[in-house]
T-cell receptor
């Protein structure tokens, strides 16, 4: 049973607008969360992370929000650019080195 | 250049023919891991290693073997591949520091007929 869920398989957004990607988790032991970005024919690359002691982390155009009580996190991309078109994976870890991944959300940024 | 390399990148094989996918990293990372990516399931961990001669099962280890004889290398072995092992495989590495992001290789597309 997947402990990390990304319920939206795809998202289409116009260039310049905000992209919001959502992720839910079930394991209350998860205390560190990451977003990875993946282009076709390449491996995933790290994008941004957040510890459970925070509720927001920002890095340039990317912001991750964590709502522990709802076991929900989201990634905001503002403004969206054509190069942001990729698959985005949410991942989480508990007190070990193991990562649990969601199924991914494919983002398409329209010109 | 810091990187994780995998070989081969593409492989088509037949059921039962043993194969090895190699993984090598040049960052002196202690932790290495193998994942498979399947549609609708994301990445699932197969095996991981926290250092030389230390390996452990991930979520989907059945049908796979690994070894870690050198720090830089972590090969994935399929002794008797079956069609349900057709997938996209990724190797990853990181320092043995809690919550450090993992660096992924470019992937190996395996098809078992």
């Amino acid at each position: 049973d997947q402990q990390v869920k990304q319920n939206s398989p795809s998202l289409s957004v116009q260039e310049g607008r905000i992209s919001i990607l959502n992720c839910d988790y079930t394991n209350s032991m998860f205390d560190y969360f990451l977003w990875y970005k993946k282009y076709p024919a390449e491996g995933p690359t790290f994008l941004i992370s957040i510890s459970s002691i925070k509720d927001k982390n920002e890095d340039g155009r990317f912001t991750v929000f964590l709502n522990k009580s709802a076991k929900h996190l989201s990634l905001h991309i503002v403004p969206s650019q054509p190069g942001d078109s990729a698959v985005y994976f949410c991942a989480a870890s508990a007190a070990d080195y193991k990562l649990s991944f969601g199924a991914g959300t494919t983002v398409t940024v329209r010109a | 250049e810091a990187q994780v390399t995998q070989n081969p990148r593409y492989l088509i094989t037949v059921t039962g023919k043993k194969l090895t996918v190699t993984c090598s990293q040049n960052m002196n990372h202690e932790y290495m891991s193998w994942y498979r990516q399947d549609p609708g399931l994301g990445l699932r961990q197969i095996y991981y290693s926290m250092n030389v001669e230390v390996t452990d099962k991930g979520d989907v280890p059945e049908g796979y073997k690994v070894s870690r004889k050198e720090k830089r290398n972590f090969p994935l072995i399929l002794e008797s591949p079956s069609p349900n092992q057709t997938s996209l495989y990724f190797c990853a590495s990181s320092p043995l520091i809690r919550d450090y992001e993992q660096y992924f290789g470019p992937g190996t597309r395996l098809t078992v007929t």
